[in-house]
Every structure is written in C-alpha cells, then in structure tokens.
C-alpha cells in the first residue's frame, strides 16, 4: 500500500520510519509538505497544515502534547505535560523505576479535517496481557515513540515560523501602509 502511494505521486517521502514491530510506516515528504501513515486498517496522507496537535498517550493518559494553536499573540506552542516522553525513557533507564501496566503506547495526531478528525498511530497495543513498563522491549517502543513525536514536533514548529514569518510581513505591510496614509 505504501509502495502504491508513492508511486501514485502522492508523497515523495524524505524521511521514512518503521518501527520495531513493524506494523506502520511514517513518512514524511518535506518538501510538498506533507505526511503519510501507512498501517493494516489506514492509510492516510495530510499536509503540515492540517496539524493543530498531537499528543502521546500511555493507557489511555496523556505525557507529552504539542499544540499548532494559535495564542493571543499569534505565535504557535507547544506544551508539554507531565515531563515528556523523555522523562518516560529517563525513567526507564535511570536507577529508580516505576513499575507499572501499560496497555497501550499510541500517538494521537488531531487534524484539520471534519470527515477524519483524528489519527491514531498505534505503537504498542496489548489490553488483555498488559506487559510492565520496566519489561526489556518497552525502551524500545518508547523509542519508536519518541522518533515520531520528534519529527511531529519539527513538523509544528516549523509552521509556527511560517505562521510567524507571515503575521510579521502583514504587520509590516499594514504598518507601512498606515505610515503612507499619515504622511500623506
């Protein structure tokens, strides 16, 4: 399927991830913008734009989330919730662990589209056996995790630059243009 979409021209990806258990591809094309998400059940591309945010999700808890939303201000930010995902991974590798179920890892991407509003890339799902979060592939999957959460996070802030590049040039043209009304 993957193979199909980019050699349909949807995407020309420039950056190509497979996870650990190889269930997905995430790929992005930098260069039209645009991101692909290739699993069993989906197969989804959506452009840069259509990001407000995404968030990590452990057993149904957010620990990271960055937002595309615009503030008073117009800038774009991106907030982080409980310490980020690398607080998870330092607290995997550091001396004191937490143990704990996890049932599921999976990244939450809410998008700008009425017919398809969300999509969930799911790292790791297993409810009915859930393995401990110190067990030995955990690293691992919050890795693949983290890989992608990274490139999201490139992703919205390079909009928010955009985004800023574009308010300051239309304050600069409605100031210029203010300044050509009063002297004249």
Not at 157 to 167: I, T, V
């Amino acid at each position: 399927i993957f193979n199909e979409l980019v050699n349909s021209g949807g995407i020309t990806p420039t950056k190509i991830f497979k996870p650990i258990l190889e269930n997905y591809i995430f790929a992005i094309d930098e260069n039209n913008r645009k991101i692909a998400y290739v699993s069993a059940n989906v197969n989804r591309v959506f452009n840069y734009d259509d990001i407000i945010n995404f968030e990590l999700l452990e057993s149904g808890s957010t620990v990271f989330q960055k937002s595309a939303m615009r503030t008073i201000g117009g800038a774009l930010v991106g907030d982080v919730l409980a310490g980020g995902i690398g607080a998870i991974i330092g607290g995997l590798s550091g001396g004191q662990r937490e143990r704990r179920k996890v049932s599921s890892i999976v990244i939450k991407v809410l998008l700008r589209d009425i017919q398809a509003p969300s999509l969930e890339i799911v790292i790791f799902e297993n409810y009915k056996l859930p393995p401990y979060s110190d067990d030995a592939a955990m690293p691992f999957l919050y890795g693949d995790a983290s890989v992608i959460c990274d490139m999201l996070s490139v992703v919205v802030d390079g909009q928010a630059k955009n985004e800023s590049k574009e308010e300051n040039n239309e304050n600069l043209a409605t100031g210029l243009a203010e300044d050509i009304t009063k002297l004249h």
